[in-house]
Each structure stands twice: as structure tokens, then as C-alpha cells.
């Protein structure tokens, strides 16, 4: 039998329907006071954002990917640079590092977390110098990914960077709301990014994203980066920056969604829960690290038979998504690098037998047994 409603991967229009009132109140307030660019919202948006992370400064932006791509240009990254990271992940991560002409060095990742391993990265260093892909690059950072939602091993990963006097960038677009040893994700590492993408846990109706930090100089330097380099005065430039900024409107939507995102959240742990109770012995269900949760921006299975699922749960009207169908070492884009396969087995496997399962606060639990029992049937 399909599932009684027409089932959504992930379903935005609930949720638009529960905060339609305080939505279009906000939005007239940006209508009336009229400042479209770096309006009341902007400010009010980044304290807000501070205070749920834990982090003194909060820089707002245009999307994840300028989130990452605005604290590699305030450190200088570029050329004969290298920076670690993970070939598991969307494209922006490393897209940024290329970007800046500076080099992705990738590490594979934990075969159960999909995260960045530690002690892959701790090799990678270790034998940085005598390897021919590296030894004329000077390594300057890490950047891990809180993949699906699930926090990287800082514990292990920020001190081996501390070691080497690397940065670590903490790619949290997936991960915003998620925790660690008791603090949130954009809390985990001397600079972190989110992405407010309409389909991550905390999204906009459009682009934008976010930097997180406590070093108040830096902050300086990023709000500086994210108007064209700007310095005291308006047309005084004293960098090369970008045109960077979240728009007043979607920091309005922001804040609108941020009044239900613990409960949204809560009902996220709820679906989650069900799932890996009711699939564990048909499918290799999310593994969440002792003293982690996971904000679930994906729900992420493992099977060898992925495609017969797949054909499966679609012929249900069940439907469901790759993330990712190819690790970035084998994609063109960085062909360059001279990776090949075989180079990331963890990474290789797991983009082989991985499947996104619908996700969201707003999952019936109709929908979600009949679901389970496609699997099961
Ligand atoms: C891991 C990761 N990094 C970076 C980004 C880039 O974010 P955005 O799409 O907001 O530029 C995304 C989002 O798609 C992501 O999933």
C-alpha cells in the first residue's frame, strides 16, 4: 500500500503552515522599515545565534559555502597551502580550498560516523613531508565535516592540529543544532561555518549561512571580508573581500523558524529513534558516538543492495536520496589532485551503499510504519 499522504523527503510546507503568523509579521516589519541590507534582523539573528552556540561572535552570511570560504581569505590561505579534509562531503568544503588556489588534502573517514578519521589525519601528518602529493605544500589547516548532522572527533582532532599549528574550520552546514561533549556544533573549533540551505535543519527560504567564533579580532576581519574588504568608512577598502551578506528578509525567516527548532529538533530524535529501532537488522542503521547527538539533517543507511531498496521504497512512493553517490577524490573537478580509486577505500565503500531515508520533525508516525514496513515486507 503507498503511504496515505503524498510522503515529502523533507516536508518545509508544515512547518511553514505553524509559523505562518510570526513569519509574515516578521516579514512586514522588513517591509516596513525597509532596510533590506544588514537591517535590525541581521544583528538581532547573530545574538540569538551566539547565545544558542555558545560563541561570542556571530557573522551571518550569503550562503555555507561563503561561511567556509570567508575565514580561509581572513587567514590568508592560497597557493602551496595545504589543507586536510574529508572526500566525503558535498563539494563546497574543498571547493573553498581550490578556490583560494591552496590545495585539498584529502583523509579518509570512520567507517561508522562518515566523519573525518583522527587517525587517518594523524598519518596524513605524520608522513606529510616524505609523501610526493604533499612535500612541497606548507599544511595550514583542517577542515571536517559534521556530517548528516553528527559532530566530528574534536577531542582527537583539534589537539593533533594544535600540535602541527594548523587551523581547524569546522564545516557544521549540516549540523546546526547537533552537540558534543555538551556543546553545539559551531562551538567545536576556533572557527566554524552553518548553512541555512532551505533543507538543512535550520533553513531559510533562499541562500544564506553562518561563521561562529570566539576570537572578537577575527570577527572584525570577517565583517570587514563580507563587504568587499571594507574598513571605518563606507567606501574605504582595506582588504579584498566579498560581496557576502545574509539578506535582512531570510534573517527575518530565521528568526522565525529559530522560535521552533528545539521542538523540531526534539521530534527529529523521535523519527530518528523509530527508524533505527524498527531497520537494524535489515540495513546498517546511523551509529551516534558516545557523548554526540546528531541534529539528523540526513538519516543515513548502509546496504550492499542499495539499488533493490531504492526500487523498492520508490515503487511505494517512498523517496529517497544519495549523499554521496561519488567521493570527491574521483570527481572531475579535482581530477588535478591525482587521486585514484582504491586511494579512500571507507569513503569509496560507503558512497557505494549509502541511502537517505524522508527526514523531518513533521514525519507522521503513519508515514513512518509504512516506511518500516516496506522494508520489512
Ligand atoms: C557539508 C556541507 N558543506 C557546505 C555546504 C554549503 O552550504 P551552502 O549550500 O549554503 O552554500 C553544504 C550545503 O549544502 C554542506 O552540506
Given amino acids: 500500500?503507498?503511504?496515505?499522504?503524498?510522503?515529502?523527503?523533507?516536508?518545509?510546507?508544515?512547518?511553514?503552515?505553524?509559523?505562518?503568523?510570526?513569519?509574515?509579521?516578521?516579514?512586514?516589519?522588513?517591509?516596513?522599515?525597509?532596510?533590506?541590507?544588514?537591517?535590525p534582523e541581521i544583528k538581532e539573528l547573530e545574538e540569538r545565534l551566539?547565545?544558542?552556540?555558545?560563541?561570542?561572535?556571530?557573522?551571518?552570511?550569503?550562503?555555507?559555502?561563503?561561511?567556509?570560504?570567508?575565514p580561509l581569505l581572513a587567514w590568508g590561505v592560497g597557493p602551496g597551502d595545504a589543507v586536510f579534509t574529508t572526500p566525503f562531503t558535498f563539494i563546497a568544503t574543498a571547493e573553498v580550498i581550490q578556490l583560494l588556489g591552496a590545495t585539498p588534502v584529502f583523509v579518509d573517514i570512520e567507517p561508522r560516523t562518515f566523519n573525518l578519521d583522527p587517525e587517518a589525519l594523524a598519518k596524513a601528518l605524520a608522513t606529510f613531508g616524505d609523501n610526493p602529493r604533499t612535500?612541497?605544500?606548507?599544511?595550514?589547516?583542517?577542515?571536517?565535516?559534521?556530517?548528516?548532522?553528527?559532530?566530528?572527533?574534536?577531542?582527537?582532532?583539534?589537539?593533533l592540529a594544535q600540535q602541527h599549528g594548523l587551523f581547524v574550520l569546522e564545516d557544521a552546514a549540516q549540523a546546526f543544532g547537533a552537540t558534543y561533549q555538551g556543546r553545539k556544533a559551531g562551538a567545536l573549533a576556533e572557527v566554524a561555518a552553518t548553512s541555512f540551505f532551505p533543507a538543512k535543519p535550520l533553513g531559510?527560504?533562499?541562500?544564506?549561512?553562518?561563521?561562529?567564533?570566539d576570537n572578537v579580532e577575527l570577527a572584525q576581519v570577517l565583517r570587514s571580508i563580507r563587504v568587499h574588504g571594507q574598513?571605518?568608512?563606507?567606501?574605504?577598502?582595506?582588504?579584498?573581500g566579498v560581496n557576502g551578506r545574509l539578506d535582512t528578509l531570510q534573517a527575518a525567516i530565521l528568526l522565525a523558524k529559530l522560535d521552533i527548532f528545539d521542538r523540531e529538533n526534539k521530534a527529529r530524535q523521535e523519527v530518528a529513534q523509530r527508524y533505527s529501532e524498527a531497520l537494524a537488522e535489515v540495513v546498517e542503521v546511523p551509529y551516534v558516538a558516545p557523548g554526540c547527538t546528531s541534529v539528523w539533517a540526513q538519516y543515513s543507511v548502509l546496504s550492499p543492495d542499495r539499488a533493490a531498496w531504492r526500487q523498492r521504497l520508490a515503487d511505494a512512493g517512498v523517496p529517497t536520496?544519495?549523499?554521496?553517490?561519488?567521493?570527491?577524490?574521483?570527481q572531475t573537478a579535482f581530477a588535478h589532485l591525482g587521486?585514484?580509486?582504491?586511494?579512500?577505500?571507507v569513503s569509496e565503500r560507503v558512497s557505494q551503499e549509502i541511502f537517505s531515508l524522508p527526514m523531518h520533525p513533521y514525519l507522521s508516525r503513519t508515514d513512518q510504519e509504512e516506511i518500516i514496513r516496506i522494508?520489512?515486507?
Fill in 204 to 213: 531559510g527560504y533562499g541562500d544564506g549561512g553562518a561563521i561562529f567564533t
Fill in 339 to 345: 587521486y585514484q580509486a582504491g586511494d579512500f577505500p
Fill in 321 to 330: 536520496a544519495v549523499y554521496y553517490p561519488r567521493p570527491l577524490h574521483l
Fill in 50 to 70: 551566539a547565545a544558542y552556540v555558545g560563541v561570542k561572535e556571530v557573522i551571518t552570511c550569503s550562503s555555507g559555502t561563503d561561511a567556509l570560504l570567508m
Fill in 375 to 377: 522494508f520489512h515486507g
Fill in 231 to 240: 574598513g571605518s568608512q563606507k567606501y574605504e577598502n582595506v582588504r579584498i
Fill in 135 to 159: 612535500a612541497s605544500l606548507r599544511p595550514r589547516g583542517v577542515m571536517p565535516v559534521d556530517l548528516f548532522g553528527q559532530p566530528a572527533d574534536y577531542e582527537r582532532i583539534n589537539p
Fill in 1 to 39: 500500500m503507498v503511504p496515505s499522504t503524498k510522503l515529502a523527503f523533507i516536508d518545509l510546507q508544515t512547518q511553514q503552515k505553524l509559523i505562518y503568523p510570526n513569519l509574515m509579521a516578521r516579514l512586514a516589519q522588513v517591509l516596513s522599515h525597509g532596510q533590506y541590507i544588514m537591517g
